[in-house]
């Protein structure tokens, strides 16, 4: 049944209050939004990081031998990993063996601040050979656990080597934008598929992941010709491209205040899982992820008629342009223009050109920095 709009008055889905206290700058900086409503938008914070480390003499600190083979260099780090001399530095849980205790596979240690968990285990590359894996949250682990890490790896490794052999396999980039709830944010990205919805009890929503597109089905036949039974995925989607969540209703479900009291928090995730071999050493002159996805406050993206598109733009997250369209009996005209403002024309909550600039603030604020060659921020700075 098409639904009767009668005028243009309703009232934007949500008026925060100015967010208590004011995010700390340099990490956010301050915009104006096309109503007028003033947001805080952080500079982007690595949010998840995974590196191989390739082991051999290239990595070795400048005391051990050259002539160490692999093997031993491999039994000296299970050492220093699985009984740490290094301050504030604690083995979580106890690490896993293979073949009957025998050899290693992985340890988890706690450091930092927050005792913030980092996982390292054994990895055998396919062509990088023996190599050590290394998984953190950068932003929970910080500046001190920063420290503590590169006091744990300096007695063995070369850290400037390192960094230039380590090989980055994920990391999630995050922007918090302070003063704008979920509910009001618009996502694209250039090579998306399925959507994920998540409402919480009360029906609001609280999370939007945009998956990767799936590769169109191609029949497969065995050696006489005969078509093979093709099998459903064992996911419904494939991974996530972009997670846009609501941050204040994560942090009040484990029993931890909102930062900046009553105003909404919307948390922005990018995550990059595909690299074409991106070492460690180069993190800080990435090539922008932004590039790839647009996310917009809603109220933006067109001008006029703002009760309307606020319905078209809700109803489209659950049916097709046409079938938004014609549930508003929309004009033609009008809902073509609809269409057009949902592509997120007016990216102002993820604008590559300045949003972008801020990375390496993002990586100072976290102390990741510490892991990477000097000089390495500044390239990117200018």
Do not use: C
Not at 114 to 129: A, D, I, N, P
Not at 334 to 339: A, D, E, I, M, S
């Amino acid at each position: 049944m098409p639904v009767n709009i009668a005028g243009d008055d309703v009232s934007p889905l949500t008026s925060p209050p100015a967010p208590i206290p004011i995010p700390d700058k340099p990490l956010f900086h301050e915009k104006t939004l096309s109503d007028g409503r003033q947001i805080w938008v952080s500079a982007p914070q690595p949010d998840r990081l995974s590196f191989v480390i390739p082991l051999s003499k290239y990595v070795y600190a400048k005391h051990i031998p050259k002539e160490t083979s692999v093997p031993d260099f491999v039994g000296l780090v299970v050492e220093q990993l699985t009984n740490p001399k290094t301050t504030n530095v604690d083995l979580v849980g106890k690490s896993k063996y293979a073949n009957q205790g025998q050899d290693w596979r992985a340890t988890t240690l706690s450091m930092g601040k927050r005792e913030s968990r980092v996982h390292f285990s054994y990895y055998k590359h396919k062509t990088l050979g023996i190599s050590l894996r290394v998984e953190m949250n950068p932003r929970k682990l910080g500046p001190l656990g920063f420290k503590h890490l590169v006091q744990l790896l300096a007695p063995l490794f070369d850290m400037k080597g390192m960094a230039e052999a380590a090989r980055v396999t994920r990391l999630d980039i995050a922007i918090d934008v302070v003063g704008v709830h979920v509910s009001e944010v618009i996502a694209r990205h250039k090579k998306e598929g399925k959507r994920s919805l998540y409402m919480g009890n009360d029906g609001r929503l609280e999370t939007i992941n945009i998956h990767r597109k799936r590769p169109a089905f191609k029949q497969k036949f065995d050696e006489l010709g005969e078509p093979i039974k093709a099998f459903h995925p064992s996911q419904p989607a494939e991974k996530v491209l972009v997670r846009i969540y609501d941050r204040m209703r994560e942090r009040t479900a484990i029993g931890q205040a909102p930062p900046f009291g009553d105003a909404p928090i919307t948390r922005i995730e990018i995550v990059k899982d595909r690299f074409k071999k991106t070492h460690l050493a180069s993190l800080a002159g990435l090539p922008d992820p932004l590039a790839e996805v647009r996310v917009g406050y809603g109220p933006s993206q067109t001008s006029g008629s703002h009760s309307r598109w606020h319905r078209y733009w809700h109803l489209a997250r659950s049916l097709t342009p046409e079938e938004a369209g014609a549930l508003l009996v929309l004009p033609k005209g009008l809902g073509q223009r609809f269409w057009k403002s949902s592509q997120v024309p007016t990216a102002d909550l993820s604008a590559p050109e300045t949003s972008w600039e801020g990375w390496h603030t993002g990586l100072k604020s976290t102390g990741l920095s510490l892991l990477l060659p000097s000089g390495s921020l500044q390239s990117i700075a200018k």
